[in-house]
């Protein structure tokens, strides 16, 4: 009896440490994410000026699009079943193929809309070549499996990639970004990182994991086509007051404009990314909890809400303060229209990281799929209709607030579904079933 519950605790410090680990690794990525933007755009903004950092935006938005398809939601869903079937080399070596082979199926059939859309638009035609080198490095993502490191709780795999990309294309960016004619290497560098980072990576995951080549039947297929499904829409949805901003502030307005936001949003998201490596870290670990005790998961839920709410609530409140000073160190300049934006956006890191808890943590592990796609999809359908109706009048100030007002309409739902479900995550009344 002892041998067991010594056993019991031991497992538990040891999931305990992984989880601590894994939030640590994922840190040092956001921390890189909010470190190194600060070195390149003030540099990137000089030389190029805003209007071709605009442009660059605006390509990059078109590319989320593209992106999101071909991830199709396995980000979360195969996450989640891969930390549910660790120690199944058969099923995990079925499942790595199978998600590659949908992926490849998504990127050609993105190719493909890329394709129409440069032959038939003139916008698109006259900078084709940055459009399909940019697409490039968007297929190279498709070999990095960060679904498989993230539900086999080894994020250390993630962290070293990232780091090491990321600052051999800062380093790059000073030596051969130099003017405005140098833009294309944006596109090149993007390349060149995703698919020596995704070889190395498939190369680790074949060799340590013992992931053999195995040919998934379309039973199979459809089976992961259908479990990533509801997500893939969410996060469609989510791209709607998301990628969006800049993609419909650019079709609207001018590059110039666009640039001014980016460098806005940027800010905002280096510290909204800060809460990506909580919600990240502790799914999978959540998602085995929730598995063995509701009970558990919950008291676990509740720490973590309680601990960064705090942490949050600083983070946007200085944000809001610090608007103007964030300008001049980013920018190199003042901007009264960039400090704007940013104010308006500074509750962006306590809301995301609160919708993130009951969204992504409670109701997808307590299978309420549908609930949170539709939250999200009439969130994002919101933003969208908002975005066309403000952005004509007030241009950036409307993208900013259409964000805004359609993140905190989201929360708002996920927290009263969450409590309809009989669960007071704060204040200790729950209903476990």
Sequence with gaps: MQLHIINRVRNKIRNNQKVVNNAFFLSLIQIVNYLLPLITIPYIVRVMGTEKFGFVAFAWSLMAYF?????????????????????????????????LLIKGVLCLFCLIILGTIILTIPRFYDESLFYLV?????????LFPVWFFQGMEEMGYITIFNLISKTIITVFYFILIKGP?????????GVIASWSTGIVSFYIVIKR???????????????????????????VSVSLFTNSNTFVLGLFTNNTIVGQYAIAEKIVRAVVFLSAPIGTAIFPHVST????????????LKKILIAGSSIFTLMSILLFIGADTLVW??????????????KIMSILPLSVFVDNIFGTQILLNINLKNVFMWIIVVGGIFSLGLQILLVPIIKATGTATAFVVSELLMMFFMVI??????????????TYI
Excluded at 329 to 342: A, C, F, N, Q
Aim: hydrophobic share 45%.
């Design 329 to 342: 160190i980013v920018s190199g300049h003042k901007s009264g229209e960039i400090s704007l934006l940013i």
């Design 134 to 142: 940019t697409f490039g490095g968007v297929a190279g993502t498709i």
């Design 209 to 235: 994991y013992n992931i053999h080549l195995t040919i998934p039947n379309i039973a199979y297929l459809k089976s992961c086509m259908s479990e990533g499904f509801q997500i893939f829409i969410t996060q």
């Design 67 to 99: 992106q999101i398809v071909i991830d199709y939601g396995f980000n979360l869903s195969a996450t989640r079943e891969v930390s549910l079937h660790k120690q199944d080399t058969f099923w995990l070596s079925k499942q790595f193929f199978s998600i």
């Design 181 to 189: 004619a140098d833009y294309l290497w944006f596109a090149w560098l």
């Design 289 to 300: 909890l929730f598995a063995e005790s509701k009970k558990r998961a919950l008291e676990f």
């Design 417 to 430: 579904f969450v409590r309809k479900e009989g669960i007071r995550l704060l204040t200790g009344e729950k």
